[in-house]
């Protein structure tokens, strides 16, 4: 156990809903990540959080939207859902805010867009 | 696109054999870091090795980077039936938060 929790585990919806995804990192870790893993696309970075501050972006999509509340808990809001969008979707966190720190994973939860 | 291409995408060994993985990348890195990951679940980090770093040890697992050739191995000595899993490089660039970027992974087998 990584002392990362994801909610929910699944989720199936359908096209063009929206959906949100909730991580908790683990305790006294100040930085939150979100990737995206499937098939095609191998596990993607999205987004990076650190004490509540956007701080680092990778291809995430613009119908995608993440923040990190001062809790530190974090959502990944997915919206105007596409098949493709499909995914597993993962929640890490670390202690601080740069590469050299190791990431915590959560169990991931798996989305089915239908 | 990926950063890292990892070599080979699958490999099956005997319990006991030893696994090596390999990870090339295209730019300049900061550290290089391997993961874990059994089937559909949460990944686990292995091992972090510095861009100053050639070579670091962490039980059964030797990791090596070699900056010039943009490449890194992983090898897993005396391999157990629990080893079998996906593993994965992922490369951290310079001045990009905490921004890890995953190759495609190896497919490890260990059969009993």
């Known amino acids: 156990d990584s002392g990362v929790t994801q909610t929910p585990k699944h989720l199936i919806t359908a096209t063009g809903q929206r959906v949100t995804l909730r991580c908790s990192p683990r305790?006294?870790?100040?930085?939150v990540y979100w990737y995206q893993q499937s098939l095609d696309q191998g596990l993607q970075f999205l987004i990076q959080?650190?004490?509540?501050?956007?701080?680092a972006k990778g291809n995430i999509l613009e119908r995608f939207s993440a923040q990190q509340f001062p809790d530190l808990h974090s959502e990944l809001n997915l919206s105007s859902l596409e098949l493709g969008d499909s995914a597993l979707y993962f929640c890490?966190?670390?202690?601080?805010?740069?590469?050299?720190?190791?990431?915590?994973f959560g169990p991931g939860t798996r989305l089915t867009v239908t | 696109s990926q950063q890292g291409e990892e070599d080979p995408q699958a490999l099956s060994i005997q319990e006991g054999e030893n696994a090596t993985m390999n990870c090339s990348y295209k730019?300049?890195?900061?550290?290089l870091q391997w993961y874990r990951q059994n089937s559909g679940r949460g990944l686990v980090h292995l091992i972090l090795?510095?861009?100053?770093?050639r070579e670091k040890h962490s039980g059964r697992l030797r990791v090596t980077l070699d900056t010039s050739k943009k490449s890194s191995s992983l090898l897993i000595t005396a391999s157990r039936a629990a080893d079998t899993a996906s593993y994965f490089c992922?490369?951290?660039?310079?001045?990009?938060?905490?921004?890890?970027?995953f190759g495609q992974g190896t497919e490890l087998s260990v059969k009993p």
């Open positions: 090795i510095r861009s100053n770093e």
């Open positions: 992922a490369t951290g660039i310079y001045n990009q938060g905490g921004k890890l970027i």
């Open positions: 890490a966190s670390s202690v601080a805010s740069g590469n050299s720190y190791e990431q915590y």
């Open positions: 730019t300049s890195i900061n550290n």
């Open positions: 305790s006294g870790d100040l930085s």
């Open positions: 959080y650190y004490n509540g501050e956007e701080r």
